[in-house]
């Protein structure tokens, strides 16, 4: 199994070794996107199974069953721009092997299992993330079609470069019927599982943002002529900013039982030159936690810290919220049986939420789901260095057969 894992690893990532210094750049919708995914169709068949493509470009790789109820589980083989070869892959690869597994171990599912490889999850091409799963939920927001990217191309032309046809997009949504439960592998891009002494974890939810952009309106002048008493600077207004939401979120996450984290993550200067004093500073700030409530205090906690700078550095500070997504909670019972499978091989577990999006999140709005993450070496991911040992891509192996093979029923 190890030496497969490793072979197919290589060949799902269009490579002979994973050794690349500069990555794996396979954007959504793109051609090398396309091929990653014919190497799965490739590998599928081979093991068996019948592959389907969708109206969204997503790939379903069915295998038996004497129901129309399909047991899921897969992730995506798009990757940000030089990024790593095991985000999205690895659950991929771990699905296909899960299926191998339970393959030779003479198992014969009553329910169908499938294997899916979402197509453009990465946010990195389109600034719109999960296309593909969201069309399978039925929650792809059309609207986004002129969306393009930085070679001036929209989604609309990226989806049908690859052979679709957009306006038939939303025919890829599947009933709630047509699925039983939903179940991804992903690398846990974070060091919680190793910290905690575990092999694996067990996701309870997933963490989506609020963010919101702050825009500072204040009076550019000459630095060298405006009196220090005479300004309207927009960037020392900013400033205290930065540090407030850094502190208030350390203090909001310590109080409370979840935690929560927020970022000031851009920051833009007008007119950025250097002998005049800034007019204008906005800053993008990301707050993130599974608790909802807590997410919302930490932006009422902002907002009321700009109104407190505006009076006191004289400018006028406006708010816009740019996205506010309530937070995904998986199926708890799912993801009890998904935590039981893993420690009936002797796995340790770790129960934790994650920060980043996945496929997953669009999937648990219609279907019961789980995510389980694998470790990846000092929590390195969108980046060339990523690396999940094959011992851990193969107990995530062992793990997803284990508890395909429950679902599923024999
Ligand atoms: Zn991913």
């Not at 039925?138 to 929209?154: A, M, T």
């Not at 930490?298 to 996205?323: G, H, Q, W, Y």
Request: proline share 3%; with cysteine; glycine share 8%.
């Amino acid at each position: 199994m190890k030496e497969w894992l490793s072979t197919t690893l290589e060949a799902l990532n269009l490579v002979e070794t994973m050794e690349q210094p500069d990555g794996f750049t396979r954007l959504g919708y793109s051609e090398e996107e396309t091929a990653s995914m014919s190497v799965f169709r490739d590998v599928a068949e081979t093991l068996g199974l019948s592959v389907r493509r969708d109206q969204a470009g997503n790939l379903f790789a069915r295998w038996g069953g004497k129901t129309d109820h399909v047991v899921m589980t897969g992730s995506h083989l798009d990757t940000v721009e030089n990024g790593g070869g095991y985000d999205g892959a690895a659950g991929v690869l771990c699905s296909l092997g899960a299926v191998k597994a339970l393959k030779e171990r003479g198992f014969k599912p009553h329910n169908p299992i499938e294997v899916v490889c979402f197509a453009s999850e990465e946010s990195a091409r389109f600034g719109v993330s999960t296309l593909g799963s969201k069309s399978v939920a039925g929650i792809l927001d059309k609207s986004v079609e002129n969306v393009r990217d930085r070679h001036g191309v929209s989604i609309k032309d990226a989806v049908e470069s690859t052979g679709l046809d957009w306006s038939s997009i939303e025919e890829a949504e599947r009933t709630k019927d047509e699925i039983l439960s939903f179940i991804e592998l992903h690398i846990e891009q974070g060091t919680q599982i190793e910290d905690h002494g575990a092999q694996f974890g067990i996701v309870r939810g997933v963490a989506c943002p609020i963010r919101l952009k702050v825009k500072v309106e204040g009076m550019a002048g000459h630095t060298g002529t405006t009196p220090m008493g005479k300004r309207k600077d927009a960037l020392v207004a900013l400033a205290p900013l930065i540090t407030f939401v850094s502190q208030e979120a350390e203090k909001l996450s310590n109080q409370s039982q979840k935690p929560l984290v927020a970022t000031v993550s851009t920051m833009n200067v007008k007119p950025n030159v250097m002998n005049v004093v800034p007019g204008q500073a906005e800053a993008g700030i990301d707050i993130r936690s599974v608790d909802d409530a807590l997410k919302r205090s930490m932006a009422d906690k902002i907002i009321e810290k700009c109104r407190s700078l505006e009076n006191e550095f004289n400018v006028t500070i406006n708010i816009e919220t740019l996205v506010d997504n309530p937070s995904i909670l998986l199926d708890e019972e799912l993801t009890a049986r998904v935590k039981r499978a893993g420690e009936s091989l002797g796995y340790k577990t770790f129960e934790m939420d994650s920060g980043a999006g996945h496929d997953v999140m669009n999937m648990a709005v219609k279907w019961p789901s789980a995510l389980v993450f694998i470790p990846c070496e000092k929590g390195i991911s969108h980046h060339p260095k990523e690396y999940s040992s094959l011992e851990d891509l193969h107990a995530g192996v062992e793990i997803l057969a284990e508890v395909l093979q429950q679902e599923a029923g024999e």
